[in-house]
Structure formats: structure tokens, C-alpha cells
């Protein structure tokens, strides 16, 4: 059974920073690429960024290019979201998804990711 539990989210003030992380189990983490896609309250879902399955391509969305980083450690079947100088607007539920096809890049179209986790809550907010 695929799992994907993200964790590390919270409360920070603006232009603090967070890593959140998502631990993956149930498949070969290391053949899949991995997104995280955000839901601000009463939004639609927004991806933010993608990486490859062996971590060396990366792609981010225009609204975190430069603050944000994705990373994974496939020894370690986890996928993880540095950022840094959140503002509010970064205020989302954060997930992590896990592409439908093994081997290729993945997209920043959400709708071609089959496995989601639960979500983190990140609130940026004085």
C-alpha cells in the first residue's frame, strides 16, 4: 500500500523558515518523481515544485522560485521542502504526490499525480 506522510509544518512569522518532509513506504521511491502541490484556504490546488527520481532536476512554480528547495534521500524513501522567507501568502496546506509514471520527470500538472498524503498545515503569520 502506497503511503505518503508529510510532516514539519506549523506556525512561522514572516520570512521564517520551514522544512517539511514527507516519509514515502509502499513503492519504489527511488523510480518515481515527487511533487509538492499547496491548497491555500478556499483555493484550488497549486503546484510548487517537482524533482526527479534521483534527485539531480528540479523545477519550482514562479511564485517560490528562489525561497523554496526541493530535495529527496531515496536511502531514506523521503522527500523534503526547504523554505525559507515565507510570506503569508505561503499560507497552505502543504502535500507531497507521488508521479503516475515511473522513470520521467513529472509535471506541474496535478492532476497526473495517483498518490497524495494527508498534508501539513503551514500558517505564515506575525
Known amino acids: 500500500e502506497v503511503q505518503l506522510v508529510e510532516s514539519g509544518g506549523g506556525l512561522v512569522q514572516p520570512g521564517g523558515s520551514l522544512r517539511l518532509s514527507c516519509a514515502a513506504s509502499g513503492f519504489t521511491f527511488s523510480s518515481y518523481a515527487m511533487s509538492w502541490v499547496r491548497q491555500a484556504p478556499g483555493k484550488g490546488l497549486e503546484w510548487v515544485s517537482v524533482?526527479?527520481?534521483?534527485?539531480?532536476?528540479?523545477s519550482y512554480a514562479d511564485s517560490v522560485k528562489g525561497r523554496f528547495t526541493i530535495s529527496r534521500d531515496n536511502a531514506k524513501n523521503t522527500l523534503y521542502l526547504q523554505m525559507n522567507s515565507l510570506k503569508p501568502e505561503d499560507t497552505a496546506l502543504y502535500y507531497c504526490?507521488?508521479?503516475?509514471?515511473?522513470?520521467?520527470?513529472?509535471?506541474?500538472?496535478?492532476?497526473?499525480?495517483?498518490?497524495w498524503g494527508q498534508g501539513t498545515q503551514v500558517t505564515v503569520s506575525s
Open positions: 524533482i526527479n527520481k534521483g534527485g539531480t532536476r528540479t
Open positions: 504526490a507521488k508521479y503516475s509514471w515511473p522513470g520521467v520527470f513529472g509535471s506541474s500538472k496535478t492532476n497526473e499525480y495517483d498518490y
